[in-house]
């Protein structure tokens, strides 16, 4: 079983790695404004249900802060990346700046909506394992979490440069999306969650 929760703690940090990726890159949806992360956030919601629900919440702690701490790294080794001057031949260090930069406020407002949203996440999945099913569970741990994950990260990171009305409609759009996304996988985290298990 160890070996497994190993696969499971891989996986779900090379998928918030590729999601915070993806996250540099906006689209609308029926009005919505997404990022392009939403593609890979069914792996890291399966993950971190699966985790939650196999090994409890204290190993999901320990898989998430894990998680953190490679963002963080990844985060710290990119801005060394950009501002290492490149060989005279590398023509695209203006792009490639462009694409990477992010600012402190950013950084911020994603690291404190990520550990709150997905040690809530984590939580309400284990607190009433023995009372209410996995779909429930799981259902409502993503509308709890994501809408917090989603309203830190918009109030921290554009607070005072979008109005209020631009970010109500982030956190609601992308809590709705995500929650949809747990809906329609959850047939997925379930199969793998009684795979594991027996």
Do not use: W
């Amino acid at each position: 079983m160890e070996k497994k929760n190993n696969y499971i703690f891989g996986i779900y940090c090379a998928a918030l790695l590729i999601q915070n990726i993806l996250a540099l890159k906006t689209i609308d949806i029926v009005g919505f404004t997404l990022t392009t992360g939403i593609l890979i956030s069914p792996v890291v919601f399966i993950m971190q249900d699966v985790e939650s629900e196999l090994f409890g919440y204290k190993k999901a702690r320990q898989m998430i802060l894990l998680a953190y701490l490679m963002n963080f790294v990844f985060t710290l080794v990119v801005g060394l990346a950009i501002i290492i001057p490149p060989a005279p031949f590398y023509v695209n260090q203006k792009a490639f700046s462009a694409l990477f930069a992010t600012t402190p406020r950013i950084v911020i407002a994603s690291f404190l909506a990520y550990c709150a949203g997905s040690l809530t996440n984590s939580k309400i999945m284990t607190l009433n394992k023995e009372k209410h099913s996995l779909f429930y569970r799981a259902i409502s741990s993503t509308v709890v979490g994501q809408f917090l994950d989603n309203s830190i990260f918009a109030f921290v990171a554009f607070y005072g440069t979008l109005p209020l009305n631009s970010i109500f409609m982030m956190i609601i759009g992308a809590t709705i999306f995500e929650t949809m996304y747990e809906v329609v996988f959850y047939p997925v985290t379930k199969d793998v969650i009684n795979k594991l298990r027996n």
